[in-house]
């Protein structure tokens, strides 16, 4: 921590993996699971790979660990490693299941991995979650429209459009399906 508080990045990062070799299972105040990938991150140029594994690792030896769960998604997110950040999305589900950025996240991350059917199961949680979010309804219609349900597509896009009726998106993409 002194190393990292003086901005010998280099440094703090050898103490801090020297540290996690030694008692590799520690949790406690100043977790190398929570300092590493911030350090990792602010090296020129950043090293997020090992950034992301070091989150990765923080889940893998505390499974109720729901910050690095959580951080973790987001670097997955930011770096497009969307296998990543669905295993991610889970784990911090298993812990917290309501956080809607997370189920949104995820929706996202198997949006990219085509698993239509999991991401259909993110979005609608989300729209359990909050029923009023216009952008999660759209993508739910995404979703349905991508699995061929016409139906349930056009129920979602409706539900965006009573919510929002000036955005064109949902207006487009009623139109679209109510054509087809």
């Known amino acids: 921590m ?3 508080k003086e901005g010998k990045t280099t440094k703090a990062i050898e103490a801090f993996e020297a540290a996690r070799k030694s008692y590799p ?5 100043d977790n190398p699971h929570h300092e590493l990938p911030e350090l990792y991150a602010d090296m020129e140029p950043p090293q997020l790979g090992k950034a992301l ?5 923080g889940v893998k030896i505390n499974s109720e660990d729901k910050e690095a769960a959580l951080e973790g998604l987001k ?3 930011k770096m497009k490693d969307y296998k990543a950040a669905a295993e991610f999305a889970m784990a911090h589900i298993e812990i917290d299941p309501y956080l809607l950025d997370v189920h949104k996240m ?3 991350a198997y949006m990219e991995l085509k698993d239509y059917a999991h991401a259909a199961r993110e979005y609608k ?3 359990v979650i909050d029923g009023q979010d216009i ?3 759209m993508n739910l219609a995404r979703v349905f429209k991508e699995q061929g349900n016409k139906e349930e597509a056009l129920k979602a896009a409706n539900k965006a459009h009573d919510i929002d009726q000036t ?3 949902a207006k487009d993409l009623i139109r679209e399906l109510e054509n087809k």
């Open 2 to 4: 002194i190393y990292k």
């Open 25 to 29: 299972r520690y949790v406690g105040a």
């Open 53 to 57: 594994q070091v989150w990765r690792d």
């Open 75 to 77: 670097l997955a997110m």
């Open 106 to 108: 995820a929706g996202k």
């Open 125 to 127: 949680v989300a729209a």
């Open 135 to 137: 952008e999660n309804w």
């Open 167 to 169: 955005l064109k998106e």
